[in-house]
């Protein structure tokens, strides 16, 4: 092996280490199944990510500051499958959003639907909840507890 | 005459006494409500209920797939009660109605930008070794309904 080919090598693994991937886990290592929360507010972003989307929704507090909060769905084959699009998530637009809080207590959850105000229109985040008893495994992109 | 009436009385007791809803109960999923079970569920359901009624109360053991187990201990008769749920504060009062068990609870999950309130109301009632639970979940003026049916381990 040349001197260029294990400098390479080398290169690419360090940088891979130092890359931020996103891990496949599972729902009970990120979330709390006995901490069910609903947020209504006005999509942000939606990232069509794998394995996970994500979609971020501002979300006025009782003081009235705005919290931008980071929802986990299911990769968006997934969603796409359940009728997901993109033009049904316009930046502004109102929606409530049930799903499980994360257990590291920052504005992030796992969503389970989210409902468009606007249309009444509901859409399953593909995310397992807490529904019992457990769950196939596949296209979740996360397993119940 | 008597003995007609203490009989009707006796069968009307009968009729208006509330089931015991004792046992071990195990989910079917496929006799529950599509929206009861699975990746699309809309309002969770515990995998088993393990249920022993006595005196005035209701002692369940409320089980979910990997998690350790609830214990709530219900009053019969509408009195709240705290239900020691992990991490959250949730209140219940569980009253018959007729021959069904009406559960009402309230749980408030408090965070640092809010607290956020989910409110639930179950229905229960028993045909033999049939429990079906009724469960509405209500919070930011949504709410959804699932049925899910438990048979007798």
């Known amino acids: 092996m040349s001197r260029n080919v294990i400098i390479a090598a080398v290169s690419l693994g360090a940088l891979g280490a130092a890359l931020p991937l996103e891990a496949h886990h599972s729902f009970a290592a990120q979330y709390d199944a006995n901490k069910p929360i609903t947020l209504r507010g006005t999509i942000s972003r939606m990232l069509w990510s794998n394995p996970h989307g994500h979609l971020y929704v501002d979300v006025k507090t009782p003081d009235g500051k705005v919290v931008t909060w980071e929802l986990e769905t299911a990769a968006p084959a997934g969603l796409y499958r359940r009728g997901w699009r993109r033009e049904d998530l316009p930046v502004g637009a109102e929606v409530v959003i049930r799903g499980y809080l994360a257990r590291d207590g920052t504005a992030t959850a796992n969503a389970t639907t989210v409902t468009l105000v606007a249309t009444g229109k509901e859409l399953f985040a593909g995310s397992p909840g807490t529904g019992a008893p457990e769950e196939p495994p596949g296209e979740t992109g996360a397993t119940v507890r | ?153």
């Open chain 2, 1 to 153: 005459m008597v003995v007609t009436l203490v009989a009707a009385v006796s069968m009307a007791s009968a009729a208006q006494a509330p089931p015991d809803f004792s046992g071990h109960w195990k989910i079917n999923q496929a006799k529950s409500s599509a929206g009861a079970t699975g990746n699309n569920a809309k309002v969770s359901f515990p995998s088993e209920l393990v249920v022993a009624q006595q005196g005035g109360d209701l002692r369940v053991e409320i089980r979910y797939p990997r998690t350790d187990p609830v214990i709530a201990i219900y009053k019969l008769d509408g009195g709240e009660v705290a239900v020691p749920v992990p991490g959250v504060t949730e209140k219940a009062k569980a009253a018959w109605e007729g021959g069904r068990l009406v559960i009402a609870a309230q749980r408030v999950v408090s965070t640092p930008f809010g607290n956020f309130v989910t409110d639930t109301r179950e229905v229960w009632s028993r045909s033999g070794d049939v429990l079906t639970i009724r469960k509405t979940q209500s919070s930011e003026g949504l709410a959804e309904t699932e049925t899910a049916v438990f048979e007798k381990n």
